[in-house]
Protein backbone atom coordinates (compact mmCIF):
# COMPACT_ATOMS: atom_id res chain seq x y z
CA UNK A 1 0.00 0.00 0.00
CA UNK A 2 3.09 2.03 0.39
CA UNK A 3 1.59 5.79 1.25
CA UNK A 4 -1.59 5.03 -0.54
CA UNK A 5 -0.37 6.02 -4.03
CA UNK A 6 -2.11 5.53 -6.61
CA UNK A 7 -1.75 5.94 -10.50
CA UNK A 8 -4.43 8.74 -11.83
CA UNK A 9 -5.47 8.43 -15.63
CA UNK A 10 -7.69 10.88 -16.09
CA UNK A 11 -9.64 13.86 -13.96
CA UNK A 12 -12.76 16.07 -14.49
CA UNK A 13 -14.73 18.16 -12.65
CA UNK A 14 -18.16 19.53 -12.91
CA UNK A 15 -17.37 22.69 -15.10
CA UNK A 16 -16.28 21.42 -18.92
CA UNK A 17 -12.22 20.61 -19.71
CA UNK A 18 -10.13 23.51 -21.47
CA UNK A 19 -10.82 24.22 -24.92
CA UNK A 20 -9.33 22.31 -27.91
CA UNK A 21 -7.98 25.63 -28.55
CA UNK A 22 -6.18 26.01 -25.64
CA UNK A 23 -4.47 22.82 -26.22
CA UNK A 24 -0.92 24.21 -27.55
CA UNK A 25 -0.64 26.84 -25.19
CA UNK A 26 -1.25 23.99 -22.44
CA UNK A 27 1.86 22.03 -24.09
CA UNK A 28 4.17 25.06 -23.94
CA UNK A 29 3.26 25.63 -20.64
CA UNK A 30 3.55 22.90 -19.18
CA UNK A 31 7.33 22.54 -20.34
CA UNK A 32 7.97 25.40 -18.94
CA UNK A 33 6.14 24.48 -15.67
CA UNK A 34 8.07 21.03 -15.46
CA UNK A 35 11.70 22.63 -16.22
CA UNK A 36 10.87 25.50 -13.62
CA UNK A 37 9.62 23.04 -10.59
CA UNK A 38 12.61 20.50 -11.37
CA UNK A 39 15.23 23.40 -11.00
CA UNK A 40 13.83 25.02 -8.19
CA UNK A 41 14.21 21.55 -6.11
CA UNK A 42 17.41 20.94 -4.26
CA UNK A 43 19.54 17.75 -4.73
CA UNK A 44 19.13 16.45 -1.32
CA UNK A 45 15.87 16.90 -0.82
CA UNK A 46 12.86 13.75 -1.65
CA UNK A 47 9.09 12.91 -0.57
CA UNK A 48 7.61 10.00 -0.97
CA UNK A 49 7.30 9.29 -4.52
CA UNK A 50 8.85 8.11 -7.70
CA UNK A 51 11.91 10.06 -8.19
CA UNK A 52 11.57 13.11 -10.21
CA UNK A 53 12.53 14.06 -13.96
CA UNK A 54 15.83 16.17 -13.48
CA UNK A 55 15.74 19.52 -15.64
CA UNK A 56 18.12 19.37 -18.61
CA UNK A 57 18.36 23.12 -19.90
CA UNK A 58 19.29 26.45 -18.50
CA UNK A 59 18.37 26.57 -14.85
CA UNK A 60 15.72 29.37 -14.17
CA UNK A 61 15.28 30.61 -10.65
CA UNK A 62 14.74 28.38 -7.76
CA UNK A 63 12.73 31.56 -6.03
CA UNK A 64 9.45 30.44 -6.95
CA UNK A 65 6.55 31.54 -4.69
CA UNK A 66 3.35 29.29 -4.63
CA UNK A 67 1.90 31.75 -6.74
CA UNK A 68 4.13 31.24 -9.84
CA UNK A 69 3.41 27.69 -8.89
CA UNK A 70 -0.52 27.92 -9.34
CA UNK A 71 -0.32 30.36 -11.91
CA UNK A 72 0.87 27.71 -14.44
CA UNK A 73 -1.63 25.60 -13.40
CA UNK A 74 -4.20 23.69 -14.71
CA UNK A 75 -2.07 21.82 -17.34
CA UNK A 76 -1.68 18.27 -18.57
CA UNK A 77 0.03 16.85 -15.36
CA UNK A 78 -2.24 18.17 -12.98
CA UNK A 79 -5.62 19.26 -13.12
CA UNK A 80 -6.95 21.05 -9.99
CA UNK A 81 -4.80 22.44 -7.40
CA UNK A 82 -5.40 23.77 -3.96
CA UNK A 83 -2.95 25.51 -1.65
CA UNK A 84 -3.32 26.89 1.68
CA UNK A 85 0.10 28.85 3.00
CA UNK A 86 0.23 30.46 6.97
CA UNK A 87 -3.73 29.99 6.52
CA UNK A 88 -4.70 31.79 3.45
CA UNK A 89 -5.72 29.15 0.66
CA UNK A 90 -5.65 29.53 -3.14
CA UNK A 91 -6.85 27.79 -5.89
CA UNK A 92 -6.10 26.81 -9.63
CA UNK A 93 -8.64 24.69 -12.17
CA UNK A 94 -12.15 23.86 -11.16
CA UNK A 95 -11.28 23.38 -7.46
CA UNK A 96 -12.27 25.60 -4.53
CA UNK A 97 -11.08 26.34 -1.30
CA UNK A 98 -13.28 24.82 0.83
CA UNK A 99 -13.27 21.53 -1.44
CA UNK A 100 -12.92 17.94 0.44
CA UNK A 101 -10.39 15.70 -0.17
CA UNK A 102 -9.46 11.66 0.53
CA UNK A 103 -5.86 12.27 2.58
CA UNK A 104 -4.78 8.67 2.09
CA UNK A 105 -1.87 8.30 4.45
CA UNK A 106 -2.01 11.68 6.01
CA UNK A 107 -4.33 9.78 8.25
CA UNK A 108 -1.36 8.31 9.50
CA UNK A 109 -0.72 11.01 11.52
CA UNK A 110 -4.14 11.09 13.24
CA UNK A 111 -3.68 7.43 14.05
CA UNK A 112 -0.19 8.29 15.70
CA UNK A 113 -1.67 10.89 17.44
CA UNK A 114 -4.83 8.82 18.65
CA UNK A 115 -1.98 6.21 19.82
CA UNK A 116 0.51 8.45 21.81
CA UNK A 117 -2.90 9.91 23.68
CA UNK A 118 -3.14 6.21 25.38
CA UNK A 119 0.26 6.22 25.78
CA UNK A 120 0.27 9.36 28.02
CA UNK A 121 -2.74 7.72 29.57
CA UNK A 122 -0.75 4.68 30.59
CA UNK A 123 -3.54 2.57 29.13
CA UNK A 124 -1.38 1.16 25.70
CA UNK A 125 2.35 0.76 26.35
CA UNK A 126 5.10 2.31 23.88
CA UNK A 127 7.42 -0.57 24.35
CA UNK A 128 4.87 -3.09 24.97
CA UNK A 129 5.10 -5.94 22.55
CA UNK A 130 2.33 -5.36 20.83
CA UNK A 131 0.67 -9.10 20.47
CA UNK A 132 -0.26 -8.47 23.61
CA UNK A 133 -3.19 -6.34 22.73
CA UNK A 134 -3.88 -7.97 19.37
CA UNK A 135 -2.62 -11.60 19.64
CA UNK A 136 -5.58 -12.57 17.10
CA UNK A 137 -3.52 -10.18 14.07
CA UNK A 138 -0.05 -10.58 15.45
CA UNK A 139 1.53 -13.90 14.13
CA UNK A 140 4.00 -15.15 16.78
CA UNK A 141 6.96 -14.80 14.80
CA UNK A 142 6.43 -10.75 15.62
CA UNK A 143 5.53 -11.18 19.30
CA UNK A 144 9.14 -8.62 19.97
CA UNK A 145 7.32 -5.90 17.77
CA UNK A 146 6.51 -3.39 20.37
CA UNK A 147 3.96 -0.52 20.18
CA UNK A 148 6.66 1.70 18.93
CA UNK A 149 8.21 0.17 16.18
CA UNK A 150 4.72 0.39 15.18
CA UNK A 151 4.58 3.80 14.65
CA UNK A 152 8.13 4.52 13.68
CA UNK A 153 7.80 1.61 10.82
CA UNK A 154 10.92 -0.36 12.59
CA UNK A 155 8.32 -3.16 13.28
CA UNK A 156 9.90 -5.37 10.36
CA UNK A 157 6.00 -6.52 8.80
CA UNK A 158 5.40 -7.94 5.54
CA UNK A 159 4.80 -6.29 2.12
CA UNK A 160 0.97 -5.58 2.46
CA UNK A 161 -1.03 -8.00 0.56
CA UNK A 162 -2.74 -6.42 -2.94
CA UNK A 163 -5.57 -3.88 -2.85
CA UNK A 164 -8.49 -3.76 -5.47
CA UNK A 165 -7.42 -2.26 -8.83
CA UNK A 166 -9.25 -1.75 -12.04
CA UNK A 167 -7.90 -5.18 -13.26
CA UNK A 168 -10.63 -6.08 -10.60
CA UNK A 169 -13.33 -5.02 -12.91
CA UNK A 170 -16.57 -2.85 -12.87
CA UNK A 171 -16.90 -1.21 -9.24
CA UNK A 172 -13.17 -2.37 -8.07
CA UNK A 173 -13.04 1.10 -6.07
CA UNK A 174 -16.24 0.12 -4.14
CA UNK A 175 -14.31 -3.25 -2.64
CA UNK A 176 -13.41 -3.37 1.15
CA UNK A 177 -11.83 -5.76 3.26
CA UNK A 178 -11.82 -5.37 6.73
CA UNK A 179 -8.50 -4.87 8.85
CA UNK A 180 -8.57 -8.05 9.98
CA UNK A 181 -8.72 -9.94 7.03
CA UNK A 182 -6.20 -7.40 5.31
CA UNK A 183 -3.85 -8.15 7.54
CA UNK A 184 -4.57 -11.78 8.03
CA UNK A 185 -4.07 -11.85 3.81
CA UNK A 186 -0.87 -9.80 4.63
CA UNK A 187 0.67 -12.21 6.49
CA UNK A 188 -0.51 -15.23 4.64
CA UNK A 189 1.47 -14.19 1.42
CA UNK A 190 4.46 -13.25 3.32
CA UNK A 191 8.10 -15.21 2.17
CA UNK A 192 10.48 -13.17 3.38
CA UNK A 193 11.86 -13.86 6.28
CA UNK A 194 11.52 -10.66 8.40
CA UNK A 195 13.94 -7.92 9.53
CA UNK A 196 14.19 -7.50 13.84
CA UNK A 197 12.06 -5.69 15.00
CA UNK A 198 13.48 -2.06 15.42
CA UNK A 199 16.83 -3.04 13.25
CA UNK A 200 15.14 -0.61 10.38
CA UNK A 201 12.70 1.29 9.00
CA UNK A 202 10.61 0.55 6.03
CA UNK A 203 7.39 2.58 5.57
CA UNK A 204 4.59 0.06 5.75
CA UNK A 205 1.02 0.67 5.79
CA UNK A 206 0.18 -2.64 8.06
CA UNK A 207 1.57 -0.41 10.66
CA UNK A 208 -1.10 1.66 11.17
CA UNK A 209 -3.90 -1.25 10.67
CA UNK A 210 -2.37 -3.14 13.87
CA UNK A 211 -2.48 0.56 15.02
CA UNK A 212 -5.83 0.96 15.01
CA UNK A 213 -7.13 -2.41 15.95
CA UNK A 214 -4.94 -1.68 19.51
CA UNK A 215 -6.87 1.34 20.12
CA UNK A 216 -9.81 -0.63 19.58
CA UNK A 217 -9.04 -2.68 22.17
CA UNK A 218 -7.60 -0.59 24.59
CA UNK A 219 -10.45 1.67 24.99
CA UNK A 220 -12.88 -0.87 23.75
CA UNK A 221 -14.59 1.54 21.14
CA UNK A 222 -14.47 1.93 17.51
CA UNK A 223 -11.44 4.00 15.86
CA UNK A 224 -13.59 6.34 14.89
CA UNK A 225 -15.36 7.44 17.74
CA UNK A 226 -11.44 7.68 19.41
CA UNK A 227 -10.39 9.87 16.42
CA UNK A 228 -13.88 11.76 17.09
CA UNK A 229 -13.65 12.16 21.06
CA UNK A 230 -10.01 12.91 21.01
CA UNK A 231 -9.15 14.99 17.87
CA UNK A 232 -11.95 15.90 15.78
CA UNK A 233 -13.77 16.97 18.05
CA UNK A 234 -11.67 18.92 20.35
CA UNK A 235 -10.33 20.98 17.35
CA UNK A 236 -13.41 21.68 15.91
CA UNK A 237 -12.40 19.91 12.66
CA UNK A 238 -15.98 19.85 11.28
CA UNK A 239 -15.49 18.84 7.68
CA UNK A 240 -13.20 16.21 8.82
CA UNK A 241 -14.48 12.44 9.30
CA UNK A 242 -13.39 8.99 8.83
CA UNK A 243 -16.36 7.45 6.80
CA UNK A 244 -18.07 4.05 7.80
CA UNK A 245 -16.93 1.39 5.72
CA UNK A 246 -19.80 1.07 3.55
CA UNK A 247 -19.77 4.73 2.72
CA UNK A 248 -18.20 5.63 -0.55
CA UNK A 249 -19.56 9.39 -0.57
CA UNK A 250 -17.58 12.30 -0.11
CA UNK A 251 -19.32 15.47 0.91
CA UNK A 252 -19.52 18.60 -1.41
CA UNK A 253 -17.49 20.27 -2.98
CA UNK A 254 -15.02 17.97 -4.14
CA UNK A 255 -13.21 16.84 -7.16
CA UNK A 256 -14.76 14.87 -9.26
CA UNK A 257 -11.77 12.06 -10.35
CA UNK A 258 -11.52 9.55 -12.82
CA UNK A 259 -9.48 6.00 -13.45
CA UNK A 260 -9.39 4.40 -16.87
CA UNK A 261 -12.46 6.85 -17.60
CA UNK A 262 -13.86 5.49 -14.80
CA UNK A 263 -15.70 7.70 -12.34
CA UNK A 264 -13.92 6.88 -8.97
CA UNK A 265 -15.27 9.72 -7.41
CA UNK A 266 -17.13 7.72 -4.62
CA UNK A 267 -14.73 4.55 -3.33
CA UNK A 268 -14.44 2.24 -0.29
CA UNK A 269 -12.63 4.37 2.55
CA UNK A 270 -11.08 0.36 3.48
CA UNK A 271 -7.51 1.56 4.35
CA UNK A 272 -8.82 3.21 7.65
CA UNK A 273 -6.16 4.01 10.34
CA UNK A 274 -3.91 4.03 7.80
CA UNK A 275 -5.54 5.78 4.94
CA UNK A 276 -9.36 6.34 4.81
CA UNK A 277 -10.16 10.14 6.17
CA UNK A 278 -11.35 12.70 4.41
CA UNK A 279 -10.49 16.44 5.18
CA UNK A 280 -10.54 20.12 4.18
CA UNK A 281 -7.49 21.96 3.78
CA UNK A 282 -8.53 24.56 6.42
CA UNK A 283 -9.15 21.13 8.69
CA UNK A 284 -5.37 20.18 8.39
CA UNK A 285 -4.15 23.32 8.52
CA UNK A 286 -5.53 23.37 12.05
CA UNK A 287 -4.59 20.15 12.80
CA UNK A 288 -0.75 20.69 12.10
CA UNK A 289 -0.90 23.76 14.22
CA UNK A 290 -2.93 22.27 17.15
CA UNK A 291 -0.21 19.20 17.00
CA UNK A 292 3.23 21.56 16.60
CA UNK A 293 2.04 23.69 19.63
CA UNK A 294 1.65 20.74 21.68
CA UNK A 295 -2.19 21.39 22.14
CA UNK A 296 -3.14 17.56 22.01
CA UNK A 297 -0.13 15.75 23.81
CA UNK A 298 1.57 16.30 27.05
CA UNK A 299 5.43 16.94 27.10
CA UNK A 300 6.91 13.43 27.40
CA UNK A 301 4.80 12.34 23.90
CA UNK A 302 4.93 15.77 22.64
CA UNK A 303 8.97 14.75 22.28
CA UNK A 304 7.97 11.75 20.61
CA UNK A 305 6.14 13.30 17.90
CA UNK A 306 9.85 14.92 16.19
CA UNK A 307 12.06 11.64 17.67
CA UNK A 308 13.32 9.49 14.55
CA UNK A 309 14.87 6.12 14.87
CA UNK A 310 18.59 6.01 15.24
CA UNK A 311 18.46 2.91 12.49
CA UNK A 312 19.30 2.50 8.70
CA UNK A 313 16.34 2.97 5.98
CA UNK A 314 15.46 -0.50 4.34
CA UNK A 315 16.94 -0.53 0.98
CA UNK A 316 13.52 -0.73 -1.12
CA UNK A 317 12.19 2.52 1.17
CA UNK A 318 12.10 5.37 -1.06
CA UNK A 319 10.49 7.51 1.30
CA UNK A 320 14.19 9.04 2.81
CA UNK A 321 17.07 10.43 1.20
CA UNK A 322 20.03 8.56 1.62
CA UNK A 323 20.69 5.82 4.25
CA UNK A 324 19.23 7.59 7.34
CA UNK A 325 15.30 6.88 8.89
CA UNK A 326 12.91 10.35 7.76
CA UNK A 327 9.93 8.80 9.74
CA UNK A 328 9.23 9.95 13.56
CA UNK A 329 6.98 8.45 16.14
CA UNK A 330 4.39 10.73 15.48
CA UNK A 331 4.27 9.12 11.91
CA UNK A 332 5.77 12.62 10.45
CA UNK A 333 7.81 12.91 7.68
CA UNK A 334 11.48 14.77 8.08
CA UNK A 335 12.55 17.18 4.98
CA UNK A 336 14.78 19.53 4.13
CA UNK A 337 13.98 22.40 2.63
CA UNK A 338 16.73 24.08 0.23
CA UNK A 339 17.57 26.71 3.12
CA UNK A 340 18.98 23.46 5.26
CA UNK A 341 16.65 23.70 7.96
CA UNK A 342 14.43 20.75 8.62
CA UNK A 343 10.38 20.92 7.96
CA UNK A 344 8.14 18.21 9.08
CA UNK A 345 4.79 16.80 7.49
CA UNK A 346 2.86 13.73 5.80
CA UNK A 347 1.92 13.15 2.30
CA UNK A 348 -1.04 11.26 1.36
CA UNK A 349 -2.49 10.11 -1.91
CA UNK A 350 -5.55 8.36 -2.90
CA UNK A 351 -7.22 7.53 -6.61
CA UNK A 352 -7.99 11.62 -8.02
CA UNK A 353 -6.18 13.35 -4.72
CA UNK A 354 -2.27 13.68 -4.10
CA UNK A 355 -2.26 15.47 -0.56
CA UNK A 356 -0.11 16.72 2.19
CA UNK A 357 0.69 19.30 4.88
CA UNK A 358 3.95 20.04 6.44
CA UNK A 359 5.38 22.92 8.68
CA UNK A 360 8.80 24.42 9.87
CA UNK A 361 9.17 23.23 13.63
CA UNK A 362 8.15 26.45 15.02
CA UNK A 363 5.36 26.89 12.56
CA UNK A 364 6.55 30.36 11.27
CA UNK A 365 5.57 28.74 8.07
CA UNK A 366 2.85 25.69 7.23
CA UNK A 367 1.40 24.66 3.81
CA UNK A 368 -1.64 22.01 3.37
CA UNK A 369 -1.97 21.17 -0.66
CA UNK A 370 -4.35 19.23 -2.25
CA UNK A 371 -3.46 18.07 -5.87
CA UNK A 372 -5.70 16.53 -8.85
CA UNK A 373 -2.82 14.77 -10.88
CA UNK A 374 -4.13 13.33 -14.30
CA UNK A 375 -2.06 10.50 -14.30
CA UNK A 376 -0.43 11.67 -17.69
CA UNK A 377 3.09 13.08 -15.74
CA UNK A 378 4.66 12.85 -12.71
CA UNK A 379 3.48 15.35 -10.21
CA UNK A 380 6.47 15.00 -7.24
CA UNK A 381 8.05 17.66 -8.73
CA UNK A 382 5.07 20.16 -8.21
CA UNK A 383 4.81 18.36 -4.87
CA UNK A 384 8.26 19.73 -4.05
CA UNK A 385 8.10 22.59 -5.43
CA UNK A 386 4.49 23.75 -3.16
CA UNK A 387 6.56 22.28 -0.09
CA UNK A 388 9.49 24.46 -0.51
CA UNK A 389 7.64 27.62 -1.90
CA UNK A 390 5.03 27.46 1.13
CA UNK A 391 7.46 27.12 3.72
CA UNK A 392 10.03 30.00 2.69
CA UNK A 393 10.53 33.06 4.29
Same mark, same amino acid.
Given at each position: ??????????????????????????????????????????????????AATPASSAPLSANLSVQDILDHLPDDVVAGAL?????????????????????????????????????????????????????????????????????????? =??????????????????????????????????TDVPPAPGSEQQYNGLN????????????????????????????????????????????????????????????????????????????????????????????????????????????????????????????????? =?????????????????????????????????????????????????????????
Amino acid at each position: MGDGDCTQESWRSNTPHQRRGEEASMCIRLAVTILALATALTAGAALPAAAATPASSAPLSANLSVQDILDHLPDDVVAGALIRRDGVGATAGPVTADAYARIGSVTKAFTNTAVLQLVAEHRIGLDTPARRHVPQVLPEAYNRVTVRQLLDHTSG =LPKPAPTPVPADGPGWQLKSVTPENFLRDSFAAATDVPPAPGSEQQYNGLNSFVLGLIVEKATGHSFTDELQRRIIRPLHLRHTSLPAADDPTIPSPHAEVYLDREDVTEQSPYPWAEGGMISTAADLDRFITALFRGSLLPPAQQKLVFEIPNVKSAADNTNCVGQAACYSIGGLLRYQ =LPSGEYAWGKTGSRPGWDNGLFATRDLRHRVVYSLNPTGTGNDLPYIRAIVNAGLAD
